[in-house]
T-cell receptor
């Protein structure tokens, strides 16, 4: 069965620090998709990125970067030079190939202090 | 562009009362539709999903039910609410399997 583990329940940093959010997944499928979502205090979940299991290239989008390593079943998310607006709960999620179901980790609450 | 509407935003209901939460999607046809619940522990639990009209898959046995009477309408219901039904309910849609989910603003339900 598919499973996503986000071991960090809460992280607190000071503005401009870099921060990495960890995500470890379990699946028996060779084809799967990994996602990151952001949930700001308003509650709505915002899609950040999707990565498929055949593409291990790291991705960078502005201050955000993602490190996908199949060898360790991890899909970590780094925010560089964090800002107060980055404060949110971040969820990692997994979908096995062809499945309609998206399974989420329990989330990591990030607080960026000024 | 596609939009998703979910209402109401907040709801306070007594134990034993019925529930009906509605979600509609605009700007797309035959979407996959989902209901998730987020309890106090922040985890997101998949409750139901639907790949077409009248097709409902239930993930967790519980006091809730879902229906999809129209292509872009998804309804979450209960005949009698329990205290444990309190939580933040999120509706979402996607184009197809393994596509990103796009979420509504959620309904915060408090059962008293």
């Amino acid at each position: 069965a598919q499973k996503v583990t986000q071991a960090q329940t809460e992280i607190s940093v000071v503005e401009k620090e870099d921060v990495t959010l960890d995500c470890v997944y379990e699946t028996r499928d060779t084809t799967y998709y990994l996602f990151w979502y952001k949930q700001p205090p308003s509650g709505e979940l915002v899609f950040l990125i999707r990565r498929n299991s055949f593409d291990e290239q790291n991705e960078i989008s502005g201050r955000y970067s993602w490190n996908f390593q199949k060898s360790t079943s991890s899909f970590n998310f780094t925010i560089t030079a964090s800002q107060v607006v980055d404060s949110a709960v971040y969820f990692c999620a997994l979908s096995e190939g062809g499945s309609e179901k998206l399974v989420f980790g329990k989330g990591t609450k990030l607080t960026v202090n000024p | 562009s596609q939009t998703i509407h979910q209402w109401p935003a907040t709801l306070v209901q007594p134990v034993g009362s019925p529930l009906s939460l509605e979600c509609t999607v605009e700007g797309t046809s035959n979407p996959n539709l989902y209901w998730y619940r987020q309890a106090a522990g922040r985890g997101l639990q998949l409750l139901f999903y639907s790949v077409g009209i009248g097709q409902i898959s239930s993930e967790v046995p519980q006091n809730l039910s879902a229906s999809r009477p129209q292509d872009r309408q998804f309804i979450l219901s209960s005949k009698k609410l329990l205290l444990s039904d309190s939580g933040f309910y999120l509706c979402a849609w996607s184009v197809r399997a393994s596509s990103p989910l796009h979420f509504g603003n959620g309904t915060r339900l408090t059962v008293t």
